[in-house]
C-alpha cells in the first residue's frame, strides 16, 4: 500500500504554495505570519521550503534558509532567528557558498496535532538537507515549554530534565532524540517591538505601565514604556546542530 503521508518542496510544487501560506500553526499574535514566511525566502528558495500531504491534504511544513557558516558556535548569527534571515538573504546576493542549512519553522496545522509528526516533519528537513548536500544542518529553537516559565533565564531553562534524564522541553527533546546537540543560546534571537496600541490588540493586555510583563504565547517578559507608547519583546532561542555525516558533531553547551 503507498504511504499516504508524501513531501514535496515548493520547487517541485509551485502549485502548492497557497497552501503552503495557509496552514493554521499556532504561533502567538505577536509573532505574526509575515515573520515566519519570510516572502524572499519561499521565491527565492523554493527548494528547501517543505510542505507535507496526507494523500491530497495539506497538513505540516518545514521553512528553511540557506546560508554560510564554518561550523564554529562563536561565529553562528548573533540575532538568531531574525540573523538567519538577514545573513541567508546576504550570502545569497553575494553568492557565498550556501553550504548551512537552518530550519525556522517544523509547523503542524492545529487540525492534525497529536498524531507524533512533529519529529517526522523536522526530520524529513533534516533528510532533505542531506540530500541537498548541505554541510551543516542548525536550527535557532523556540523551547515552546518555556512559555510557562518566561521569567526564567534560558540558560537554567535548557538544564531543566525529567525524571528519566530527557529533557524537560518537549521540542528540545525531539530534537536531542533525533540526535540534536545544543551548541549556543541565541539571547536576541528575535526582536519585536510595536506601539502599545498593537500589543494590546495582540494579547488584550493593559499595558498601562511602565516595565516587564508577561503575556500568552511569549517564552521571555515584554518591556513596555508607557511614557514612549512602546513595548519590545525579545526572544531567546536555543542554537542545536543536526549531523548531516557519519562525523560525530561537536558537541556544545547543554550537549
Known amino acids: ?67 554560510h557558516w564554518d561550523g564554529e558556535a562563536q561565529t553562528l548569527p548573533r540575532r538568531g532567528w531574525d ?23 517544523a509547523g503542524i496545522d492545529t487540525g492534525y496535532t497529536g498524531r507524533g509528526l512533529s519529529q517526522a516533519v523536522f526530520t524529513a528537513l533534516r533528510d532533505h538537507a542531506r540530500t541537498a548536500g548541505f554541510e551543516y544542518f542548525i536550527a535557532p529553537v523556540r523551547p ?40 549556543a543560546l541565541s539571547h536576541t534571537s528575535m526582536t519585536i517591538s510595536a506601539p502599545l496600541a498593537t500589543w494590546r490588540t495582540w494579547t488584550t493586555q ?20 508607557a511614557d514612549l507608547d512602546y513595548a519590545v519583546y525579545i526572544e531567546p532561542n536555543v542554537w542545536v546542530r543536526h549531523r548531516l555525516t557519519d562525523t560525530p558533531a561537536e558537541e556544545g553547551q547543554g550537549s
Not at 497552501?19 to 499574535?29: E, G, M, Q, T, V
Open 1 to 67: 500500500m503507498t504511504d499516504p503521508i508524501q513531501t514535496f518542496s515548493l520547487a517541485q510544487r509551485p502549485d502548492l504554495l497557497p497552501a503552503f501560506l495557509d496552514l493554521y500553526i499556532p504561533w502567538p499574535a505577536f509573532i505574526e505570519p509575515t515573520r515566519l514566511l519570510v516572502e524572499w525566502g519561499i521565491h527565492a528558495h523554493a527548494e528547501h521550503q517543505l510542505i507535507v500531504l496526507d494523500g491530497d491534504t495539506p497538513i505540516a511544513r518545514a521553512a528553511s534558509l540557506p546560508l
Open 83 to 105: 540573523g538567519v534571515i538577514e545573513q541567508s538573504a546576504t550570502d545569497t546576493y553575494n553568492r557565498a557558498e550556501l553550504n548551512t542549512l537552518c530550519a525556522l519553522e
Open 144 to 183: 515552546s515549554g518555556k512559555t510557562e516559565f518566561p521569567e526564567m533565564p534560558i540558560e537554567d531553562y535548557v538544564e531543566r530534565r525529567r525524571d528519566d534524564g530527557q529533557r524537560a522541553d518537549n521540542w528540545l527533546r525531539i530534537h536531542e532524540r533525533i540526535g540534536g546537540r545544543i551548541i
Open 206 to 225: 493593559p499595558f498601562t505601565t511602565t516595565g516587564l510583563t508577561t503575556v500568552d504565547g511569549g517564552i521571555a517578559p515584554v518591556y513596555v514604556n
